[in-house]
C-alpha cells in the first residue's frame, strides 16, 4: 500500500506532549489536521504550544512567516471524537492505559469510515491487546513517535497479531514522506528502542553501585570514548529517573522478570528519595542554582615511554600504531596469540570481560593493565583504564603516560569486568541480536532505530562486527561468570554468527 497523501486528513486524539509533536509533523507534511482532546481547553493548549515553537523557528530565521501560519492554520482544532470523522488516519497519544485507549479506538471504529488507518503512539501497551476487541485490528497499527516528535527523527512502525502488513507499510512510507527514519517492529515489551537501550542504563547503574568511578567520570567516557552525546546519568537526569526506573520496569515485568532487564536497587532508591533529576532539582547531579558540575577524575600527567612493543593482531591495532608514530613512540611488532602492547613493565590490554585481577591470575600475567573499548581509539580524547591488584603503582604511571602522550585524558576505573564502554556495547549489541532473534525486527532496523530514536553513534551490531563477535561473546560469556548472574547470557543469534564466522552485517 501506498502512502497517505498530503490531502488526505490526519486526526491527532491527544494534544498533551505527544498529541501536539505529532501534529506539528503531520502539518508540516501538508496534511490537514484534526485535534483533539478530552481535557478542557487542552487541545488549544497544544495548538499553541505548536504556535509558539513555530514562533522561535521563525525568529531563528529557519521557517519563514508564511510557512508557520500556513501550518497553522491546517491544525483544527474538534471538540469531540466525532468531529474526526473525515480522517484517514488517527493517531491516538492519550493517557497510557489499555482500557481507556481499547474505548477510544471502538468509538472511532464506529465514527469513522470503514478504510480509515488507526495508529497509537503507545510507548508500552501491546498493539495486539489494544486491537483485541475492535472489529478491524488489521488496521490498527502502532506508530511509535519519540519525544520531541518534531525534533526526533525515528517512528517504530509497530504490527500487532492481527495487523495487516499492507496497513503497516503504508504508515511506514507515510512516516518516511513526513521525513521520518521509519521501522518494522511487531509488537513485544519496549517494542525495539526501549527494550535494546536498557543496558545503557544498567551497565553504567551497576558500575556506579559498585564504585568502579564516581558518575561523572562514568558519563564522561561515555561521551569521550563511547561517542554517546550523553553519559546514561546525565541523560537519566534529563530522561527523568522515575519515567526511567518505571519504563525498565515495565519492560522487566514483561519479560516475567528476565534477569536481563533487572532494575537498579541504586536507581529505585534515588526514584524513592525524590532524586528524579533536572525535573525536582537534583537527581545523580545537583541542579540547584550554582550547583557546581563534577568534572571528571582525570589522572595525573606521567612520564612517556619512548618506546613499546605490540604483541599480536587487533582490529584497532593500526589505530593505536597511527597514534604511536603521530606521538613518536617507537613501536617493535612481535607476533602473539593476544593483542597485548608492552610498555615498560606494564601489559596493557583492551579487556575481555572478566577482572584484570582475575586475567593477571589466570593468563599469569605479572603487570597487568586493561584499556576499555573506544569507538574510535585515534579520536578519542579519553580512555579508561583499570590494573590488576598485584600490579604495582609504578606499573600504573608507565600505563597512564603512555596514553597521555597518545593525548588521552585517562580514567582510572576500579578493577571492575569489562570495564564501561566495552561491558555496555556488548550488552547492546548482545539485546539487539536477541530482538532479531526474537522475531521483533529485522537486522538493519534495529542499528537505523538505535541510530535514529537514540542518536547513538553507531548502530550495536554493526559496532559488535568492528570489535569482533568472537570478543563480544567472550566479554558476555567472561561477564556471566564473573557475576554468576544470567543477564549476561549471549544471545543465540550471537552464539551462531559466531560459529558460523560470519558478522550480523554482511
Ligand atoms: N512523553 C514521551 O516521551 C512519550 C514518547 C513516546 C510515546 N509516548 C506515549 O504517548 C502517549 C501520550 O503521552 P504524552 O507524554 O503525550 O502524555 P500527556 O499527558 O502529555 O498527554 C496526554 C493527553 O491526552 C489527553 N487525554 C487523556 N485521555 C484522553 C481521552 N480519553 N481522549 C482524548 N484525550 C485524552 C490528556 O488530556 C492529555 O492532554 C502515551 O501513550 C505515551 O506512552 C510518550
Not at 17 to 25: D, R
Not at 307 to 321: C, D, W
Not at 392 to 406: E, I, R, Y
Request: some cysteine; overall charge negative.
Amino acid at each position: 500500500m501506498e502512502a497517505l497523501d498530503s490531502s488526505q486528513v490526519i486526526a491527532v486524539v491527544g494534544a498533551g506532549t505527544m498529541g501536539s509533536g505529532i501534529a506539528q509533523v503531520a502539518a508540516k507534511a501538508g496534511h490537514p489536521v484534526l485535534l483533539y482532546d478530552a481535557g478542557a481547553g487542552a487541545a488549544r493548549k497544544g495548538r499553541d504550544k505548536i504556535a509558539g515553537g513555530l514562533a522561535i523557528l521563525v525568529e531563528r530565521g529557519s521557517m519563514d512567516e508564511a510557512e508557520r501560519s500556513e501550518m497553522l492554520e491546517r491544525i483544527s482544532i474538534v471538540d469531540g471524537l466525532a468531529g474526526l470523522a473525515s480522517a484517514a488516519l488517527v493517531i491516538e497519544a492519550i493517557v497510557e492505559k489499555l482500557e481507556i485507549k481499547q474505548q477510544v479506538f471502538a468509538e472511532l471504529e464506529e465514527l469513522c469510515g470503514d478504510d480509515v488507518v488507526l495508529a497509537t503512539n503507545t510507548s508500552s501497551l501491546s498493539i495486539s491487546a489494544i486491537g483485541a476487541d475492535l472489529s478491524r485490528p488489521e488496521r490498527l497499527v502502532g506508530m511509535h513517535f519519540f519525544n520531541p516528535a518534531p525534533i526526533m527523527k525515528l517512528v517504530e512502525i509497530v504490527g500487532g497479531l492481527a495487523t495487516d502488513r499492507g496497513i503497516a507499510d503504508s504508515i511506514f512510507a507515510t512516516a518516511e514522506n513526513w521525513g521520518k527514519l521509519a521501522v518494522h517492529a511487531r509488537s513485544s515489551p519496549g517494542f525495539i528502542v526501549n527494550r535494546v537501550a536498557r543496558p545503557f542504563y544498567a551497565e553504567g547503574l551497576r558500575l556506579l553501585q559498585e564504585g568502579a568511578a564516581d558518575v561523572a567520570t562514568i558519563d564522561a567516557i561515555m561521551r569521550d570514548c563511547g561517542g554517546f552525546r550523553m553519559g546514561p546519568f546525565e541523560l537519566m537526569d534529563l530522561i527523568g529517573l522515575d519515567v526511567n526506573y518505571a519504563v525498565t520496569e515495565s519492560v522487566h515485568a514483561s519479560y516475567y522478570g528476565d534477569q536481563r532487564f533487572t532494575p537498579s536497587l541504586l536507581q529505585k532508591e534515588l526514584v524513592d528519595g525524590g532524586f528524579l533529576g533536572r525535573k525536582s532539582g537534583r537527581g545523580f547531579y545537583d541542579y540547584a542554582d550554582g550547583a557546581d558540575k563534577p568534572a571528571p577524575a582525570d589522572c595525573a600527567v606521567k612520564p612517556a615511554p619512548d618506546a613499546v612493543t605490540m604483541h599480536g593482531e587487533s582490529p584497532f591495532k593500526q589505530a593505536l600504531v597511527n597514534l604511536c608514530s603521530a606521538a613518536g613512540i617507537g613501536i617493535e611488532q612481535q607476533p602473539g596469540d593476544d593483542f597485548a602492547i608492552v610498555c615498560g613493565d606494564a601489559t596493557l590490554c583492551l579487556t575481555d570481560g572478566r577482572m584484570a585481577t582475575v586475567r593477571a591470575l589466570e593468563d599469569d600475567i605479572e603487570n597487568l593493565v586493561l584499556f576499555d573499548l573506544a569507538l574510535d581509539y585515534e579520536s578519542t580524547p579519553r580512555i579508561a583504564i583499570c590494573k590488576a591488584d598485584n600490579a604495582s603503582a609504578a606499573v600504573l604511571d608507565a600505563a597512564t603516560g603512555f596514553w597521555q602522550k597518545l593525548g588521552k585524558q585517562v580514567s582510572l576505573l576500579d578493577d571492575v569486568a569489562g570495564l564501561c564502554v566495552m561491558r555496555s556495547v556488548c550488552m547492546l549489541a548482545n539485546e539487539a541480536a536477541d530482538a532479531i532473534n526474537q522475531q521483533v525486527c529485522g537486522m538493519a532496523a534495529v542499528d537505523t532505530a538505535m541510530q535514529g530514536g537514540l542518536n547513538y553513534p553507531r548502530g550495536p551490531l554493526a559496532w559488535a562486527d568492528a570489535v569482533g563477535l568472537d570478543h563480544v561473546l567472550e566479554v558476555l560469556d567472561n561477564l556471566g561468570q564473573n557475576y554468576g548472574e544470567d543477564r549476561y547470557r549471549a544471545s543465540p543469534l550471537l552464539i551462531r554468527r559466531v560459529a558460523g564466522g560470519k558478522n550480523f552485517h554482511e
